[in-house]
Nanobody
Framework: QVQLVESGGGSVQAGGSLRLSCVASGNTYINNYMAWFRQAPGKEREWVAVIMAGVGSTDYTDSVKGRFTISQDNAKSTLYLQMNTLKPEDTAIYYC??????????????????WGLGTQVTVSS
């Protein structure tokens, strides 16, 4: 079993920055991908960024490319999402997710086995 706990959310003005953290515990070694998803009110949960554990390769959804950076600290079992130049449309609950997956990087909600409870990010104009 794997437990994921997010933190770092909050309220900022447009153009500001936040860094989200996700601490993993349990059998973390079984997962080879970790990702951030978000869900805005009235919308489906969507993929934001993914990282291949150990290798460090990353990918981002188009709307956050150049503004968000996903990274991990293996010694601390922590996943990060640095969010810069935030926009009101980034407002959502942000979730950390982990899975073991073969092949291309998983980007769909159904492809992730473990989830955190989420942290709220609110960006005002």
């Amino acid at each position: 079993q794997v437990q994921l706990v997010e933190s770092g959310g909050g309220s900022v003005q447009a153009g500001g920055s936040l860094r989200l953290s996700c601490v993993a515990s349990g059998n973390t070694y079984i997962n080879n991908y970790m990702a951030w998803f978000r869900q805005a009110p009235g919308k489906e949960r969507e993929w934001v960024a993914v990282i291949m554990a150990g290798v460090g390769s990353t990918d981002y959804t188009d709307s956050v490319k150049g503004r968000f950076t996903i990274s991990q600290d293996n010694a601390k079992s922590t996943l990060y999402l640095q969010m810069n130049t935030l926009k009101p449309e980034d407002t959502a609950i942000y979730y950390c997710a982990a899975t073991r997956y073969l092949g291309r990087a998983p980007l769909a909600v159904r492809e992730y086995r473990y989830w955190g409870l989420g942290t709220q990010v609110t960006v005002s104009s």
